[in-house]
C-alpha cells in the first residue's frame, strides 16, 4: 500500500509558477513510477507528466518546455515544477504510483493522492 499526499497548489498569476510536491509513504514506494495528472472543471483527467524510478521523465505536450518534473527518491518525494503558467493549466493536479503502468494512462496507475488545486488567473 502507497499513500501520496500533494501540496503546492495555489493561486498565481499567469506567466508565473508553481512547484507541486507529492509525498510518498509506504513499502517501496521509492520503486515506482510516479505520474501527475490534472483535471479541469468539467474535463477529463489527463496526463501531465511521469517519471520512473531512475529518472526517465516523460511529458504531455501541452506542458513539454513549461512543466519539469523530478523525484528525490531518498525523501520518498516527487516534484513538478510548473513555469510560465496559462489560464488553461487551471485544474486539480493529482498525483498518481504504479509498478506498472502504460504512461500516461491513468487506468493503469494503482496509488492516487487526494489533488491540490492549482488556479492561474489571466
Known amino acids: 500500500q502507497v499513500q501520496l499526499v500533494e501540496s503546492g497548489g495555489g493561486l498565481v498569476q499567469a506567466g508565473g509558477s508553481l512547484r507541486l510536491s507529492c509525498a510518498a509513504s509506504?513499502?517501496?514506494?521509492?520503486?515506482?513510477?510516479m505520474g501527475w495528472f490534472r483535471q479541469a472543471p468539467g474535463k477529463e483527467r489527463e496526463f501531465v507528466a511521469d517519471?520512473?524510478?531512475?529518472?526517465?521523465?516523460y511529458y504531455a505536450d501541452s506542458v513539454k518546455g513549461r512543466f519539469t518534473i523530478s523525484r528525490d527518491n531518498a525523501k520518498n518525494t516527487v516534484y513538478l515544477q510548473c513555469n510560465s503558467l496559462k489560464s488553461e493549466d487551471t485544474a486539480v493536479y493529482y498525483c498518481?504510483?504504479?509498478?506498472?503502468?502504460?504512461?500516461?494512462?491513468?487506468?493503469?496507475?494503482?496509488?492516487w493522492g487526494q489533488g491540490t488545486q492549482v488556479t492561474v488567473s489571466s
Open positions: 517519471i520512473t524510478w531512475n529518472g526517465s521523465t
Open positions: 498518481a504510483a504504479a509498478r506498472a503502468r502504460r504512461i500516461g494512462v491513468s487506468e493503469t496507475y494503482e496509488y
Open positions: 509506504g513499502r517501496a514506494s521509492s520503486t515506482y513510477a
